[in-house]
């Protein structure tokens, strides 16, 4: 495709379109990875939750099926001290009587990124490696840099844009507070400060040199040329692509992502992050103090998001999605990439 007029971002990491599909934990894997990158998108596969083996099997399908790089992407908070839960528990004791399971032991279901994924990236060689909440420690990163991996980091501020440049990435997304999942704030601060992408995009190109990436509720070519035309060399696409048939999204979500607004909640994590309203934060409140930190919350909520999906309610189902989860009628994600792509260019170069 010709008319992008700054083509950093597409260079560096070599894709036809400036687009990112976003590694979306849980609800996008293999298949939407494929279709993105035979559109011409950079293709993700999300890591965070899974267990080397299963990345090293993913990789090769995508491999045998498209012929373009793949980003994989990880978590790089800091695991905290195990909590006292008893109160979250209190809180979440009636759904477990509601739907007929025990209480369940504690464990983590994000892990960092750590020695173990390290050494799979050294093994799989991706072409981009992207982290969410911060960077690795420096001898981790340094040993991701010498595969020859374009490395992506993600900033909700310009401070942070600033400290990831600083520490070497080769370009950076700039997630703003309409996005979808969890915010990748890292180096603290009050949430309320949360600057929206619009406002948070021409402070982060003026405060870098390495391309950046706008996330944030880009649904359309609308969004993806706004985006642009703030100083963006690409887009970060995630929900969207939920409404594709790629997607792992039962019908009964993806309706739930056309009727309801979305709000930052705690509670299936312990970490802020935007989902869909569904009875579960309508009934405890989107913000709970009991919740454990991020991502201690999760283990203890998750045997109710699995008996509440095989019962079909999804009212109980975390529904992470960006505040423009409304838009999504195209049924295949390859041509959803395209036809955002074909869209903002059509808005910024008429001519093309």
Not at 93 to 112: H, M, Q, W
Not at 244 to 269: H, P, V, W
Request: aromatic fraction near 8%; proline fraction near 7%.
């Amino acid at each position: 495709m010709v008319g992008w007029r700054n083509r950093r971002f597409q260079d560096l990491v070599g894709v036809e379109r400036p687009i990112v599909q976003a590694p979306m934990a849980n609800v996008a894997g293999v298949e939407l990875c494929i279709a993105a990158a035979r559109a011409g998108a950079l293709g993700s596969l999300p890591c965070g939750m899974l267990p080397p083996d299963s990345i090293r099997a993913q990789v090769p399908e995508v491999r045998a099926q498209v012929d373009a790089p793949i980003n994989l992407n990880f978590f790089c908070f800091q695991m905290p001290a195990q909590a006292d839960d008893s109160e979250w528990r209190k809180v979440l004791r009636a759904y477990y009587v509601r739907f007929g399971i025990p209480e369940p032991e504690a464990a983590a279901l994000r892990l960092p990124f750590d020695e173990a994924y390290c050494d799979l990236i050294e093994e799989l060689r991706p072409e981009v490696v992207s982290f969410h909440f911060g960077l690795p420690e420096e001898p981790l990163l340094k040993r991701v840099k010498a595969t020859g991996a374009v490395v992506l980091g993600c900033a909700t501020s310009p401070g942070e844009a600033f400290f990831l440049e600083e520490c070497g990435v080769d370009a950076i997304i700039a997630q703003g507070w309409e996005a979808g999942g969890h915010s990748g704030r890292f180096l603290g601060g009050d949430p309320r400060e949360a600057l929206g992408l619009f406002a948070l995009l021409p402070q982060v190109v003026d405060s870098v040199r390495v391309p950046v990436i706008g996330a944030g509720a880009i649904a359309d070519g609308r969004g993806m040329a706004a985006a642009l035309a703030l100083g963006a060399t690409g887009v970060q696409i995630g929900t969207a692509y939920l409404h594709c048939r790629e997607s792992f999204l039962a019908e009964g979500q993806k309706k739930m992502l056309r009727d309801r607004a979305t709000i930052m909640t705690n509670i299936y994590s312990g970490g802020l992050a935007r989902a869909v309203r569904g009875k579960l934060i309508d009934e405890i409140g989107p913000v709970r103090r009991e919740a454990p930190p991020y991502p201690l919350a999760g283990a203890t909520s998750l045997p109710l998001f699995r008996a509440a999906m095989e019962s079909g309610d999804f009212e109980f189902m975390p529904s992470l999605a960006g505040q423009n989860a409304c838009y999504g009628d195209e049924p295949s994600a390859e041509k959803l990439t395209r036809r955002i792509a074909s869209d903002a260019l059509a808005i910024l170069d008429p001519q093309s």
